[in-house]
């Protein structure tokens, strides 16, 4: 394993790690980056990161090599045994998103709230984000794997989820500026509605290779988790409990479109995109 690496200017945040993981992977596994790029890429993200379990190492040749690897190693690994893509799961309760099983991996990838699939050949590897600290300046991501069923799970195409986010996002913003005190209204969670506004920024934030259009609904979706998180934060004072409940069910759709953009977008370089 290499050396300690002080935090920096990273995310090391092992929800951004998925998303990240699975674009820049999708990008060197067809072809438009090589695999140091990808996985600079990927470790600028969301911090340094290792691999470690049963269902990786047992990959490779030579055993468990001390039950983890480096990312690097591990995706090195994966291709000599036929890694074709990599698809991005985003669960939450009720929801398991981009999830096929089996029980134990569904449950890691829940409680983490996101995960990568694997595909390979005759198998699927399922690989679990959690925070890896390590000392006093050390802190990264491990990658646990498990075995996961080798099937291609329910979600929509980028076509509509795009058309489902665009939805979502008209809907929750009408639900939050009526229900909320315009005078009260958080300027963060303003200056980002404003953003929407301008959905085609110019913002490539999946990897070379994807469709012009799956960068669009990555960026959107993007602006959107933001808007959810600020406006979750938000404590209520001054609404009334029908306000408050209008303003939850707002932000639940809201965060369901856009988790499904944020797969379908990622998940898009592994189909036709029109």
Same mark, same amino acid.
């Given at each position: 394993?290499?050396?300690?690496?002080?935090?920096?200017?990273?995310?090391?945040?092992?929800?951004?790690?998925?998303?990240?993981?699975?674009?820049?992977?999708?990008?060197?596994?067809?072809?438009?980056?090589?695999?140091?790029?990808?996985?600079?890429?990927?470790?600028?993200?969301?911090?340094?990161?290792?691999?470690?379990?049963?269902?990786?190492?047992?990959?490779?040749?030579?055993?468990?090599?001390?039950?983890?690897?480096?990312?690097?190693?591990?995706?090195?690994?994966?291709?000599?045994?036929?890694?074709?893509?990599?698809?991005?799961?985003?669960?939450?309760?009720?929801?398991?998103?981009?999830?096929?099983?089996?029980?134990?991996?569904?449950?890691?990838?829940?409680?983490?709230?996101? /995960?990568?699939? +694997?595909?390979?050949?005759?198998?699927? @590897?399922? &690989?679990?984000?959690?925070? =890896?600290? $390590? !000392?006093? %300046?050390?802190?990264?991501?491990?990658?646990?794997?498990?075995?996961?069923?080798?099937?291609?799970?329910?979600?929509?195409?980028?076509?509509?989820?795009?058309?489902?986010?665009?939805?979502?996002?008209?809907?929750?913003?009408?639900?939050?500026?009526?229900?909320?005190?315009?005078?009260?209204?958080?300027?963060?969670?303003?200056?980002?509605?404003?953003?929407?506004?301008?959905?085609?920024?110019?913002?490539?934030?999946?990897?070379?290779?994807?469709?012009?259009?799956?960068?669009?609904? /990555?960026?959107? +979706?993007?602006?959107?988790?933001?808007? @959810?998180? &600020?406006?979750?934060?938000? =404590?209520? $004072? !001054?609404? %009334?409990?029908?306000?408050?409940?209008?303003?939850?069910?707002?932000?639940?759709?809201?965060?369901?479109?856009?988790?499904?953009?944020?797969?379908?977008?990622?998940?898009?370089?592994?189909?036709?995109?029109?």
């Amino acid at each position: 394993m290499s050396a300690a690496v002080p935090q920096g200017d990273t995310g090391n945040d092992a929800g951004d790690a998925a998303p990240a993981l699975v674009a820049w992977g999708n990008a060197w596994l067809t072809g438009h980056v090589g695999l140091d790029e990808a996985v600079d890429a990927v470790e600028k993200a969301a911090g340094p990161q290792i691999v470690g379990g049963a269902a990786i190492m047992a990959v490779g040749p030579g055993g468990t090599r001390g039950g983890e690897a480096t990312l690097r190693s591990g995706l090195g690994d994966l291709r000599i045994e036929g890694l074709t893509g990599l698809r991005l799961a985003l669960p939450a309760p009720g929801d398991p998103l981009g999830l096929t099983g089996p029980p134990a991996f569904n449950r890691a990838a829940l409680d983490a709230g996101a /995960a990568v699939v +694997a595909v390979l050949p005759d198998r699927a @590897v399922g &690989l679990v984000p959690a925070e =890896d600290r $390590r !000392g006093s %300046s050390y802190v990264g991501v491990r990658w646990e794997s498990y075995e996961a069923v080798p099937a291609v799970p329910d979600v929509p195409a980028l076509p509509d989820a795009d058309r489902q986010l665009t939805l979502a996002m008209r809907d929750a913003t009408e639900a939050l500026l009526t229900v909320d005190d315009v005078d009260g209204f958080p300027p963060e969670i303003a200056d980002t509605l404003a953003d929407l506004r301008d959905p085609d920024r110019g913002e490539h934030p999946l990897a070379p290779g994807y469709p012009q259009r799956a960068h669009r609904v /990555a960026a959107l +979706a993007g602006r959107l988790a933001l808007v @959810v998180e &600020l406006a979750r934060s938000l =404590d209520g $004072r !001054g609404l %009334s409990a029908d306000q408050m409940a209008r303003r939850a069910e707002a932000l639940r759709l809201l965060d369901r479109a856009v988790r499904r953009a944020r797969v379908s977008a990622c998940n898009s370089a592994l189909d036709h995109v029109p």
